[in-house]
């Protein structure tokens, strides 16, 4: 109708001559293109770009079990199913959809399921500026009761997360040395945000920051790996500086090539432990959420065996180009558990755990020379690549967590305990050595063929045979428990003359728990030594642990602590350091926190509620009583 009182427009039909149809057309079609291209220059937080332009387009094809777009169907029900708008003033992403659901108690949900409870329990977090004004105490350490539901959860745990007083240990001696470990993890943060804030790491001789390039751009790794030391060692705010990096600067939108188990152990659970330790779910939660679903595509692959490299941004992954044959490695799919099910727990989305799950199952399947696991994995084929075992580098932590998973589970994870103990009594029967001088060691397995070495790594052993002791078969608990003695004084005996460990000592060419190789003798501020004193300490109170941990204090301050933090040294037989200009995140988030619980009562953290990822984060044991069930269940878990 418009057209007919423009000039030139005839009155028949459309009215419009070709030459104008032509132009019009012409018009309409630039205008299109226009739009279409603008979305490419739009922040990809915008809704209508991630709805036009899909993550899923550069995905590889999904063959194993699950998929990333299981993820995303789960989130479109959800979002269906309403609950689901963004805040005002909120960039709206499928996945911020997610997280901004209120994480549900365990308690709550079993209500909920049973058809009892109303939906008030689900009280929607705070708004980000009321949480944020909700200022931390030191006398609360800042625990919020932002929801109903976390108070839930906390009703559940045991006992009090942080103890009576704080774990405060009531022998003076023992107390001055827990304040000179809190002193030593100030000094080790305030050089760290003094010269390195917002980056990954502290180069403490350079005095400046490090990135690396095991994050995928990501940064800030030293503060997400201190969140939960600082919190329980009541250094507030220093807390509270971290927390507030987390809400306003910490940015997931990279574009870089990350380990999948580098970020799960560090960041994936150090968010976790910060959110159980606190309640302060703002913004903990939704990068939680968001990084979980960013790590899904990892997992497409033919077994659903995840691979270890990806992009944060565009989801592709691939194998580490070390790794032989395209491999994945047993001790990177296998510490993804823990966090992993804590993930479905607090999205109440399974398909973590379904991922997870299907690991496993794999891995419970697949025959295993000599009951062994390799460290090598195709994610093709799912079969074994290499047969080198090791309780070291390569494979460590998957046995961790085959332990921690079945007591986070509150015993009831059957297959990992059955698994666990079989792969003990295999690494017994094929790795555990004597030495001829009475050291009992783990050697490393080469397809038959035993190397004497044992890593720095692999003593953590001692804390894990420890904490399995107790579910062992009645007739074998106390034989565990002398094992992991051993082991830990093994390990012990290796740190000399410093007092502190080499990367890798061996046990052959008339060396006793001696590095022979130049390029072994190096420590990087590693704590696995000191948790298995943690452990030990727990479960035997033998003062001896104590004893050796303070030695470990004392050679840190003398080796290294350098004028503007902590570094590692390049050769603990010299007694003049070299250092190498790197203080690690994993100082700040395992070394400082094991030491400063085996100085503490053990009520701080205590081990009937808690377990600690392989990063010394702290996650807690899911009780039977308000475990979701989402299998049986998933039809009724979300409010319609
Ligand atoms: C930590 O990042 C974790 O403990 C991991 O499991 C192995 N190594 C480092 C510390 O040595």
């Known amino acids: 109708m418009v057209f007919r009182k423009l000039p ?25 293109t226009l739009c279409f291209g603008a979305l490419f220059f739009l922040p990809d937080s915008v809704r209508l770009k991630r709805i036009f332009l899909s993550k899923t387009e550069t995905q590889p094809v999904t063959v194993g079990s699950g998929s990333e777009n299981d993820a995303r169907e789960h989130l479109k029900r959800l979002k269906n199913q309403g609950g689901m708008t963004p805040a005002k003033g909120e960039t709206s992403t499928k996945l911020k959809s997610l997280s901004r659901k209120p994480p549900v108690s365990y308690e709550a949900t079993e209500e909920r399921l049973a058809g009892g409870k109303a939906q008030e329990d689900l009280t929607l977090p705070r708004s980000k500026t009321e949480s944020a004004s909700a200022k931390a105490t030191s006398s609360d350490h800042g625990a919020s009761s932002d929801t109903l539901s976390y108070n839930k959860f906390k009703g559940c745990l045991l006992k009090p997360p942080l103890g009576r007083d704080n774990g405060k240990p009531s022998d003076p001696k023992t107390n001055e040395r827990r304040e000179k470990v809190k002193e030593m993890m100030k000094f080790a943060w305030d050089n760290y945000k003094r010269y390195a804030w917002g980056k990954n790491e502290l180069r403490p001789l350079t005095r400046n ?3 690396g390039n095991m994050f995928g751009g990501l940064r800030g790794a030293s503060i997400i790996d201190s969140l939960d030391t600082l919190y329980i060692m009541g250094l507030m705010e220093e807390y509270n500086d971290a927390k507030d990096w987390v809400q306003t600067s910490l940015d997931l939108n990279s574009n870089g090539e990350a ?17 159980y330790l606190t309640g302060e779910e703002v913004r903990l939660i939704d990068v939680l959420m968001e990084l979980g679903e960013k790590l899904l595509p990892a997992f497409n692959t033919p077994t659903g065996i995840p691979r270890g490299v990806i992009n944060l941004g565009s989801g592709t992954s691939w194998s580490w180009g070390w790794a032989s044959a395209g491999s994945s490695i047993l001790a990177e799919f296998g510490t993804l558990h823990l966090e992993f099910v804590h993930l479905s727990e607090l999205s109440r989305n399974p398909i973590y755990t379904e991922k997870v799950m299907n690991i ?56 990992a305990k059955t698994m666990y103990y079989g792969a003990l009594e295999a690494i017994e029967a094929n790795l555990v050595q004597k030495s001829p001088g009475g050291l009992t060691y783990m050697a490393e397995w080469r397809g038959g063929i035993l190397d004497h070495k044992m890593g720095h790594l692999a003593c953590f052993s001692g804390g894990m045979i420890g904490i399995g002791a107790d579910d062992g078969a009645p007739e074998k608990r106390q034989h565990y428990l002398d094992l992991a003695a051993e082991i830990t004084h093994t390990c012990h005996e290796s740190y000399t003359p410093t007092k502190l460990g080499p990367e890798a000592f061996r046990f052959d060419g008339g060396g006793e728990a001696t590095a022979t190789r130049l390029s072994d003798r190096y420590y990087i501020l590693r704590p696995e030594v000191i948790e298995s004193y ?25 080796h290294c602590r350098v004028e503007s933090g902590f570094s590692g040294i390049r050769d603990v037989y010299t007694m003049t350091a070299s250092h190498d200009n790197m203080q690690q995140s994993f100082f700040l988030s395992e070394t400082l926190k094991y030491l400063y619980l085996l100085f503490s009562d ?38 319609l």
């Open 8 to 32: 030139g427009v005839s009155a028949s039909g459309m009215g419009l001559r070709l030459s104008q149809k032509f132009v019009f057309l012409l018009f309409l079609s630039g205008l299109v």
């Open 209 to 211: 920051g490090h990135i």
């Open 259 to 275: 380990s999948l188990f580098e970020v799960n152990i560090r960041y994936v659970g150090g968010l976790l432990s910060a959110y």
């Open 360 to 415: 496993r199952k794999l891995l419970n399947k697949i025959e295993k020379p000599h009951g062994l696991y390799p460290n090598f994995l195709s994610p093709v084929s799912g079969n074994w690549v290499q047969h080198h075992v090791s309780i070291g580098g390569l494979g460590d932590s998957f046995y961790e967590y085959l332990i921690k998973s079945y007591l986070m589970s509150d015993k009831t994870d059957g297959d």
């Open 534 to 558: 943690m452990y030990m300490w727990r479960l035997t109170h033998d003062p001896k642990y104590r004893e050796w941990g303070w030695e470990a204090v004392e050679a840190l301050e003398q």
């Open 602 to 639: 053990d009520d701080l953290l205590p081990l009937e509620d808690w377990v600690f990822n392989t990063e010394a984060h702290p996650l807690p044991i899911i009780r039977k009583s308000y475990k979701h069930d989402f299998h049986e269940k998933s039809t009724s878990f979300f409010p």
